[in-house]
């Protein structure tokens, strides 16, 4: 499942020319093997216009982390359906909210994330670590595209209007830090 750096999956024949929307960094946790979930995630956001490096199965932390910093992405969508994505999401937002590079990167969870269902309270617990969005099991994708075009358009409005340092070498822009959006609670009705 792990793709090349970058790289678009052959198969999105329909996504649209031009350039891309945003990019987006998919993943799931470490402990979960399930992929149809990434792939179905992956043609979908490539379908509407999106770059995404999917990086597969079984991720460890530090990998998401590498790679993540690696591609500086717009946003971080994190997939689980194994039943431990709430306990695998907590620790992994922990460690992307304490890393200097990406702490300003959003990142949104979903599937299905615990063993009992929907659980109200303990996605309200997922937003609290950092997580942007948490988006419950649903055949719905309207809230959760609203959400990254949200988010890749007010990271581009910020990239567009952030002070660049003027140094002897140019102008370096910088790529982080920039305005975060308020937590947002998908709403799954
Ligand atoms: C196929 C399958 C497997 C295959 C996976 C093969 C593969 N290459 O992926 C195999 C046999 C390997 C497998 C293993 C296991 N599985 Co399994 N598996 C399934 C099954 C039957 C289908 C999953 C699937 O591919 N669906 C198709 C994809 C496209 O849809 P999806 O995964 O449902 O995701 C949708 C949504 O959740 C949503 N979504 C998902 N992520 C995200 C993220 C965001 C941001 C958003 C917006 C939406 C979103 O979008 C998708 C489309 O609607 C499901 C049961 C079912 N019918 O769903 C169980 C299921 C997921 N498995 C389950 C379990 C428990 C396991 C095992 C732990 C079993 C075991 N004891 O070993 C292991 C996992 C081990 C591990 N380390 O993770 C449970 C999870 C229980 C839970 N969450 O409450 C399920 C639900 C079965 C069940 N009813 O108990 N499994």
Known sequence: MKRPRGGRSPGAGSRSTGPARGSVLLSSVSSDAHTWNLVFLQLLLEENGYDVVNLGACVPDELLLAEARAHAPDVIVISS????????????????????MLRGVPAVIGGKLGVA?????ADAELLDAGFAAVFPDSPDTGPFLHLVDTVCTARRAARAAVPVARTGHGVIPSRFGNGLLPAYAADAS
């Open 81 to 100: 359906v194994n039943g431990h994505g709430r306990a695998d999401g907590r620790r992994l937002i922990g460690a992307l909210r304490a890393d200097p």
């Open 117 to 121: 269902g929907a659980d109200d309270a």
